[in-house]
């Protein structure tokens, strides 16, 4: 959609954000010729008659509400398939890119951007109208400190929908309120629970619960309480303890009553604690920042043709008595103002001289002098014309080794990977084509160039086509690789490469024993990567691991230096079934860091209790167990009740041996 009008009034430049439900733009009022932002619906929504109704009351809704902490909403329509909002475009970036970029925020950050976040939503309360969908991703940060929270209305718009189905949780997992969870419903209290879960991550730099699917995240908010930020980063003061406990109580009536109260709570708090005052930074490596870098600029409008093209003017037209009334077209820009000539008097008119003569006039010098200075004149002529020439040789070849060898590198935002190269190679220079991850262009379209467009580069020379790769993912880096190319490939990859020190590896020493998080995890854009250095092997103590689960026992093994090569298993009556009996070599024994070991597990079976089941049943599942069965009874009857087992219930028993029952009758 870059470059496409929507209305024939706003111009889409290029990406900030895509979600589930929507892209974000970078665009331009050209009615107005300033800066907005587009938030463009799913082409889905737009046959929908109900979700429109709903988009357009809650823009107006929203569009009423004065605060400066409230993303403004300018306008709402629909453009072919494409529903869409216009709003104000907060320069600077999103509170989710700078907990990436800085980590927790100590209180008084955390206040900076709470507050005004509150008192906007609580003007909305008191207008009657629920965000439901507070999180980072929702909270501006401009280049100059200021604070916005945006897209209210929009989730009501679309559980609104006839498209959405009943059972789908409309809003982010990780901030919805128990009874979002379970009923749907939302109102001032369900937005107070989603601030206080903004506050935990502000805090900790991580959300209170964690899953494997949005839905086992939400149900457990149901079920457990937020536990206190103290509990996972140290310093946070028991007052914003307090405060997060309060707006994220399960049951509603046990919460703040709406955002006005608890912004005003978290005012007292402020001031019992004496927090000093913060001016919050905007995220340095935000998508906003990204886009402005890739806007489509205004189409320069023609030139008009001069009104005076020739060497003299005929002044011979006369005056009108009554000048016509020249109407100028509104769309023009420029007036031109042209007054007819008048005729020349004739006492104003050039006479020839009165005695015109051929030659030269008789100056009453020598004629020996006049050739002379004719000569001189001739020679200065000469060097004149050999000085112009020069200066003119040296002019162009100044020009063209400092500007006229050079190119500016055109802008190919939004455009695909061939028409990119198009224009590149009409623009003169040789072109190859590099992947490049990005967080918010798709897979396969043209992040950019390198170098970047329009920098100055000489006519003729390379310049790479950057496409995106998708979300960036750590390489695939193996032990021993050289440090500097390991941290290049990880820059490449979109990521940031952390000096994370040594560790004992069988890697050379000085090279790459292992990155963290591995190769193939996805991360956001500019995320750490940890890069641990060999110190080479060193003599270590083999650590004891008996009695630990198989994946206890390769965590401690791996902090001591230690790889686990393989696993094999032996009976042992004394550990638990599936648990390490041992290494080889044995614990205690010393061994170079990086060596490989061999973990040994248990490979008894645990008894299970047969007591009070027929001789029948109990025989089964003894056999599927891979035991052999004896019993003693008076008479061979399957029906006879087991009534002792000769291992006890829970015992190691060695694979094959055979137990033995007693059953009556």
């Known amino acids: 959609m870059i470059g496409q009008m929507l209305e024939g009034r706003y111009r889409i430049d290029a990406p900030i954000a895509r979600g589930g439900m929507s892209m974000v733009f970078r665009g331009v009022d050209t009615r107005l010729d300033r800066p907005v932002a587009i938030k463009v619906m799913d082409p889905k929504f737009a046959s929908d008659r109900q979700f429109l109704t709903r988009f357009e009351l809650e823009a107006r809704a929203v569009a009423k509400l004065k605060h400066p902490s409230l993303v403004a909403v300018y306008d709402q329509g629909i453009d072919g398939d494409h529903p869409f909002l216009i709003m104000e475009l907060v320069e600077g970036g999103t509170l989710r890119e700078l907990l990436r970029e800085r980590g927790p925020m100590p209180p008084q950050a955390v206040r900076a951007v709470a507050e005004p976040v509150l008192a906007a939503v609580g003007v909305a309360h008191a207008a009657g109208l629920v965000h439901r969908d507070i999180k980072p991703e929702n909270v501006l940060i401009s280049d100059s400190g200021e604070v916005k929270i945006a897209d209210f209305g929009l989730v009501r718009a679309v ?181 007819a000539a008048r005729e020349i008097p004739p006492e104003y008119a050039p006479q020839p001289p009165a005695n015109p003569r051929p030659g030269p006039p008789n100056s009453g010098y020598p004629s020996e002098f006049i050739e002379d200075r004719g000569k001189s004149r001739r020679t200065v002529l000469v060097w004149l014309g050999i000085v112009v020439t020069l200066a003119l040789l040296l002019g162009v070849g100044g020009w063209w080794l400092g500007v006229g060898r050079y190119e500016a590198v055109p802008s190919i935002a939004g455009l695909d990977t061939q028409r990119a190269v198009a224009a590149l190679q009409a623009a003169g220079f040789e072109t190859e084509t590099k992947n490049k991850a990005s967080d918010i262009i798709p ?30 993912k750590v390489p695939e880096i193996t032990a021993g690789q050289d440090v500097n190319t390991v941290n290049e490939a990880i820059r490449d990859a979109g990521l940031t490469p952390v000096d994370a020190g040594e560790v004992g590896s069988s890697a050379p020493k000085g090279s790459v024993a292992k990155v963290e998080p591995g190769p193939g995890t996805v991360l956001p854009a500019g995320g750490t990567v940890k890069v641990y250095r060999s110190s080479g092997s060193q003599p270590v103590k083999l650590p004891d691991v008996r009695g630990k689960t198989e994946e206890e026992a390769r965590a401690a093994l791996q902090s001591a230096g230690i790889s686990v090569t393989s696993t094999r298993t032996q009976f042992d009556a004394k550990v638990k079934s599936g648990q390490v009996v041992g290494t080889d070599p044995a614990a205690g024994t010393m061994v170079d860091s990086g060596k490989g070991v061999v973990l040994i597990l248990n490979d008894a079976i645990e008894m299970p209790n047969v007591i009070g089941d027929n001789v029948a049943s109990a025989r089964a599942e003894l056999q599927a167990l891979g035991l052999q069965v004896s019993v003693r009874q008076l008479a061979s009857n399957d029906s006879s009740i087991v009534i002792s087992q000769s291992t006890a219930p829970g015992g190691n028993v060695e694979a094959g041996s055979t137990v033995t029952l007693v059953a009556l009758p």
Request: aromatic share 4%.
């Open 443 to 472: 897979v396969g379209n043209v992040v950019g160039t390198d170098p970047p467009a329009g920098s100055k580069v000489v006519k003729g020379s390379t310049v790479a086509v950057l496409v995106s790769s998708g979300k960036p």
């Open 159 to 339: 559980a609104s929908a006839n498209i959405t189905s009943d059972s789908v949780i409309l809003g982010t997992a990780a901030y919805l309120s128990p009874e979002q969870v379970t009923s749907g419903n939302a109102d001032a209290r369900s937005d107070v629970y989603s601030a206080g879960v903004l506050i935990f991550e502000m805090l900790t730099g991580r959300t209170p619960f964690s899953g494997d699917t949005s839905i086992s995240i939400a149900l457990q908010r149901v079920e457990k309480d937020v536990p206190a930020p103290s509990r996972f980063i140290a310093g946070v003061p028991p007052e914003f303890d307090e405060l997060v406990a309060h707006a994220t109580a399960r049951e509603p009536a046990h919460r703040f009553a709406d955002a006005t109260e608890m912004a005003g709570e978290l005012r007292r708090i402020a001031r019992e604690l004496q927090l000093p005052g913060y001016r919050v930074p905007a995220p340095q490596d935000s998508a906003e920042h990204l886009s402005a870098k890739f806007r489509v600029g205004p189409t320069p409008a023609p030139h008009a043709a001069p009104a005076y093209t020739g060497g003299a003017t005929e002044m011979t037209t006369r005056i009108p008595a009554d000048p016509p009334t020249v109407q100028v077209p509104p769309q023009h820009q420029h007036t031109r103002v042209m007054t």
